[in-house]
């Protein structure tokens, strides 16, 4: 893991630090951010750049994720204990497997992949992101077994895992059903994501795949969800991916969406409004509904 000390100098030293000081005036080499911290400049950039998580076009989405915020991003988060412990339980789940084809899609400076190669160093880890930075060829190119890609390889990889990103996305649903077609047969897709309102880049139109992801991607030719110790959401690929899954998927993801706004509002009445609902013969339907 990263000391703050030195990522602060590289940052200093970097040509994105222009972009950055102005963000970072109070903090030094002694005083590290911590994770509200990094939100709350992020929203910054994201206020500054007149952007609208409800109004917003594709290009302004571009330039936002092409700003140097996500290479202090990627370095804040190789020098944090909370975000590495996850990265860490990932990779664990490799320990013993050995001579995989693994993708880290949206795999940013490398983080995840590196901590992958370490517990298996016979695989090999392509990086498949975007707004790949010149540092993050850097950053990996110790790991021989680590390779930055531009472009997608279908039916190749035993396992493709992407952390914080399809929160990102207009249309999460493409990119699952792009790594279904990316996977092997029996290939496992390993996902985290958090769809809530903590920064203001998590678009507001997706947060319904909260109560719904885990139930939506095995529609897509996925497994139920694989419960383990390790950070994320597991699921084996049990088929390829054809039209009648998706028009299924999309189906429950409008469900999932129009039901979002009752499940905000018990969640805000909790008990009482369990009470009522109860007394009205309307809880377990509603809970049905939600579940299902």
């Known amino acids: 893991m990263r000391k703050w000390e030195n990522v602060y100098k590289i940052l ?4 994105n630090w222009s972009a950055l000081e102005e963000y970072l005036i109070e903090f030094d080499e002694n005083t590290k951010p911590d994770v509200e911290d990094m939100w709350n400049i992020m929203n910054q950039v994201w206020d ?3 952007l609208d998580n409800l109004n917003y076009t594709e290009a302004e989405l571009n330039k936002y994720y092409s700003h140097p915020v996500w290479f202090l991003n990627g370095l804040f988060i190789e020098c944090d204990k909370t975000s590495m412990e996850h990265r860490k339980s990932i990779a664990e789940y490799f320990k013993d497997k050995n001579n995989l084809k693994i993708v880290d899609y949206g795999g940013g400076f ?3 992949a590196k901590e992958i190669a370490k517990v298996s160093p016979t695989s090999t880890i392509d990086i498949y992101d975007p707004h790949a930075s010149e540092f993050a ?5 110790d790991f021989k077994n680590i390779s930055i890609i531009s472009g997608i390889k279908l039916n190749h990889y035993d396992f493709l895992v992407n952390t914080d990103f399809i929160e990102h996305v207009e249309d999460p649903l493409e990119y699952i059903i792009q790594h279904n077609k990316m996977l092997k047969n029996n290939g496992v897709l390993i996902s985290h994501w958090n769809f809530s309102d903590i920064i203001k880049c998590h678009l507001p139109k997706n947060f319904h795949f909260k109560y719904s992801m885990n139930k939506i991607i095995p529609l897509l030719g996925f497994s139920d969800e694989i419960i383990n110790e390790n950070h994320g959401h597991y699921f084996k690929k049990e088929k390829i991916v054809d039209e009648e899954d998706i028009k299924k998927a999309y189906k429950k993801a409008r469900k999932s969406k129009n039901i979002y706004p009752i499940i905000k509002f018990i969640s805000k009445g909790k008990k009482p409004l369990k009470i009522i609902l109860k007394k009205l013969g309307m809880y377990d339907f509603i809970k049905r ?3 299902n």
Do not use: P, R
């Open 289 to 291: 509904v939600i579940k």
């Open 110 to 112: 490398g983080t995840l």
């Open 48 to 50: 500054d750049m007149n």
């Open 12 to 15: 200093k030293e970097s040509d």
């Open 137 to 141: 060829y850097k950053n990996v190119g």
